[in-house]
């Protein structure tokens, strides 16, 4: 059974930075294709962004562009999320997600376990 751990969320100021962590248990981490997604209130669950089994690919959506990075860690089984410039819109709980493959995805589809979500709250 793989579990997924999510930390480092709180709330900041707009402009701000936070780094989110994702520890995932289990041997075959770096076998598989990471992710972030992040559902705010009232609202759909979203992609964020994704990195492949080696740290290679990533893959963002639009909006987090230039502000996000995501990266991992094989060595700690951990998956992270760099946030700077952070506005209020990025306000949502934050859900880390194990893909079933090695390729990383925007589609919710693709993963097969998730965290139980950090929340991050953007003030104006």
């Known amino acids: 059974q793989v579990q997924l751990v999510e930390s480092g969320g709180g709330l900041v100021q707009a402009g701000g930075s936070l780094r989110l962590s994702c520890a995932a248990s289990?041997?075959?981490?770096?076998?598989?294709?990471m992710g972030w997604f992040r559902q705010a209130p009232g609202k759909e669950r979203e992609f964020v962004a994704a990195?492949?089994?080696?740290?290679?690919?990533?893959y963002y959506t639009d909006s987090v562009k230039g502000r996000f990075t995501i990266s991992r860690n094989s060595a700690k089984n951990t998956v992270y999320l760099q946030m700077n410039s952070l506005k209020p819109e990025d306000t949502a709980v934050y859900y880390c997600?194990?893909?079933?493959?090695?390729?990383?995805?925007?589609?919710?589809?693709?993963?097969?376990?998730w965290g139980q979500g950090t929340q991050v709250t953007v003030s104006s």
């Open positions: 997600a194990r893909a079933w493959d090695t390729y990383p995805s925007g589609s919710s589809t693709r993963y097969d376990y």
């Open positions: 289990g041997r075959t981490f770096s076998s598989y294709a």
């Open positions: 990195i492949d089994r080696n740290g290679d690919s990533t």
